[in-house]
């Protein structure tokens, strides 16, 4: 049955993509013609809106597959609109966090939009090139190593979070950024000697960025902590119905006042308490389990 339900899902997610993917194209065209204005925004919010069909979809595949429970406890402090820029933040732990996320948040909030490794662009087909024109942040991530031989390349992903941020002002958007910046698994968790126990280090530079060129549009702050009681899955493992339930909590939170002097400071602090909360929580729900 899980093989069943592994080859079901794969099958469903390449159609659904394609199928998708095709129209983003064909509208990519005029809207990069296009001067901004009403029309080029029509367009824009087309595209978009093929976002919520795609996820719609994938949630569709989950429930009838029986792919997974998700289980979600809400504090947030204002009730939350499509009409409304929004930050997101949560830790990350596989491929599937993406889809829970998409399929927690859909018509409740602007399409997510995420920080993609400008890897991914051509390595992942159709969805890598259609994510860049929908205007998703495409970063480096270069290692700790490149950037301590050459501190300069730390501004290109900064320079590629502003640009995307310009975009995002046209329109309402909802911003992920899964701050520790990859999957966490066990060896990368020891390779960094987290200071957390279920997470890996935060890295505060893309919010920083997305806080100063947006934060006086963002209308809501959301801190997501996903949790898998019955452990961490592999994406396949995942499609093939082996994870019962997922966690995933959602709380309001205010973000730093930042500026010129002291964003990445006063982010790096607030990111700290936000991400022991986070460890904590897990933990409670690990212990419960």
Known sequence: MAFIKGFLSITFIVINTIVCCVPIYLMAVPRFILP???ARAALGNAM????????????????????TRIEVEWDTA???????WTLVISNHQGWSDIL?????FLNRIPPLKFF???QLLWGVPFLGVAMWLLDFPYVYRFSRAAIQANPSLRQKDADAVLEACKNFK???TSVLNFLEGTRLTPEKHAAQQSPFRHLLTPKTGGVTAVLSSLGDRIDHVLDVTITYPDGIPTFLEFLRGN???????IRSCSPPKIDDVNGATATRTWVDDVWRAKDARIEQTLSAR
């Open 100 to 104: 829970i996320l998409q399929d927690t």
């Open 48 to 67: 978009t809106r093929i976002i919520d069909l795609w996820v719609g979809n994938n949630r569709l595949m989950i429930r009838m597959l029986r792919i």
């Open 116 to 118: 993609v490794k400008r």
């Open 170 to 172: 046209w329109r309402p």
């Open 36 to 38: 901004h204005g009403e």
């Open 78 to 84: 204002k009730p939350l609109a499509r009409d409304q």
């Open 243 to 249: 994870v019962a339930r997922v966690k995933v909590h």
